[in-house]
């Protein structure tokens, strides 16, 4: 609690292919940052369907394994081993596991509202069979893990052409009018709203010291898709607003490196650190290396 990962990465505006704000993997790389830190994720986006290019098959699969996931804790409760528990209903014979047939089967009897066909192979993706009683809960309580994310909108809803999906999960969706320029006073305004959160997350709490966070700068994405002059004015002006208005004593990373130190505030004093560039899209160094922010809170000179 109080633990907070802003992510500074430009907002694209295609409607097309490639618009998303962030890469699946940054996203795969900030869910685990939240689950495994307890940290909430505030970022922005265009639109609340756009904050990640995940792939839509896989994100369909994810929400079939969730639901099912669901039903096991609304039959079971939510103590004790509900994703055990709905195995073993299945699992007639008592041998521990079951192949992709019986699997089948055993999710038929269920009288589960939801494509078992469909459930049946989102389930077993990428697994051999049989499958064990263990792995099948493994699988359920994967896909059931919630990162904490706070996500300020340029716009409320997704593409006309768009059927919005449940993943990722979003804690609260801050939006604004339609008719507010990108180019001009929405921006301040997704700055404003992910600044206030931040600040919100890490006061609330009984003494303010309690509170810490990262400020996390994702540009790779952004700078291969926007015009240089439009990913340096978005860049300087959130890097402003964040420099004015959160704790000194708050990082930045620079996801991959080296920091754009040209981009900051000539007066900014904050220390900054920089991700090796094979490394900035790895869950687990993305993890350790905020873990370690966040927990030794180093002082250190700008990288260069």
Known sequence: PGVVV???APMVRSTGSGSATLSD??????????LRSEATIVVSSSCAGRLSDSDRGKAEEIALVRSLG???????????SPFESLFDTMDVLGGGQLDFEELETGLGTLGLSQDVAGTTKAVSAGLKEPISRGKFAEVLRAACEFPDLFVACARG?????????AWPPIRLDVSFPPDLDVETEVLSEVWAAKIHEAA???TKLPTRAAGHGVILVLSSRSRSILQPEEYERQ???ELAAV???LPKSWPLLWAPGPAELGLLPQTSKRASFSM??????????LLSWIRYLLTARPAAPKAH
């Not at 993997?25 to 869910?31: G, H, I, R, V």
């Not at 669901?70 to 004790?80: L, Q, V």
């Open 243 to 245: 420099e004015d208005a």
């Open 200 to 202: 919100n997350l890490t």
């Open 235 to 237: 860049m300087k002006g």
């Open 6 to 8: 802003y992510v500074v």
């Open 276 to 285: 090796p560039r094979n490394k900035a899209s790895d869950a687990a160094s």
């Open 70 to 80: 669901e039903f096991a804790r609304h039959r079971f409760g939510s103590a004790g």
């Open 157 to 165: 809803a997704a593409h006309p052409d768009e059927e919005p999906l």
């Open 25 to 34: 993997s940054e996203f795969q790389a900030l869910q685990q940052v939240s």
